[in-house]
């Protein structure tokens, strides 16, 4: 079955030092994989997404990610955090083929402190 | 970019009365739209599938009765919770797929659900 594993639940950071937030997954074929952020009380915002080609993605918000097909990894990162980038994070897969339903990680919340 | 919609953004109702949640897909056609609900501090939990015209496919665990979708337009999904109760009370979030792309979905703000 497919699943997203993000081991931790929260991270905290400085403002100004790199982010790197952490997503491993379980499935058969080629992964369509996810990155999103969460406000508060708010939907989720399409931070980058991998579905083929270069596997070192350019996301928004200077977010950056990296496929690796060997440690079924796709991990999210980030060189300088800003204390807006406080939030929750989730790595998500697609998976299925005609449903093409989208699994969540169980999120990464963010702390920046100053 | 998409745009999705819904609302109301926050809804307080008693229990035993029924609360309706639109979906708005608002400068694209959205052939599919997903339901999911979201517990304080949890992930989103997929609630259902909801296709342009036809019945919305349920995941496991999630009673149709209850939690009625209808997709009756290209850009309009709702959800209604029938007869709700406490252990309703949730954050609701539905995404709208972009038609011909398959995995790429655009998620509304949420409905806050408060059922006293």
């Known amino acids: 079955a497919q699943s997203v594993t993000q081991p931790d639940i929260h991270i905290t950071v400085s403002e100004g030092a790199s982010l790197e937030l952490r997503c491993n997954y379980s499935?058969?074929?080629?992964?369509?994989l996810f990155w999103y952020v969460q406000s508060p009380g708010q939907g989720l915002q399409l931070l980058l997404k991998?579905?083929?080609?270069?596997?070192l993605v350019q996301g928004i918000k200077g977010f950056e990610a990296e496929f690796k097909r060997s440690q079924s990894s796709f991990n999210l990162r980030k060189p300088s955090v800003h204390w807006s980038d406080a939030a929750e994070y989730f790595c998500a897969v697609g998976a299925g083929t005609g449903g093409f339903k989208t699994i969540f990680g169980a999120g990464t919340r963010l702390f920046v402190k100053a | 970019g998409a745009v999705v919609s819904q609302h109301p953004s926050r809804v307080i109702c008693k229990s035993g009365t029924s609360v309706k949640i639109e979906c708005r897909s608002l400068d694209f056609q959205a052939t599919t739209m997903f339901w999911y609900r979201q517990f304080p501090k949890q992930s989103l939990m997929l609630m259902a599938t909801?296709?342009?015209?036809?019945?919305?496919?349920?995941e496991q665990g999630v009673e149709k009765d209850k939690f009625l979708i209808n997709h009756a337009s290209l850009t309009l999904s709702t959800l209604t919770v029938t007869s709700a109760h406490p252990e309703d009370s949730s954050f609701y979030i539905c995404?709208?797929?972009?038609?011909?792309?398959?995995?790429?979905?655009?998620f509304g703000p949420g409905t806050r659900l408060t059922v006293t």
């Open positions: 909801s296709n342009e015209g036809s019945k919305a496919t349920y």
């Open positions: 995404s709208a797929r972009v038609s011909g792309l398959a995995y790429e979905q655009y």
């Open positions: 991998y579905f083929s080609g270069d596997t």
């Open positions: 499935y058969g074929a080629t992964p369509y």
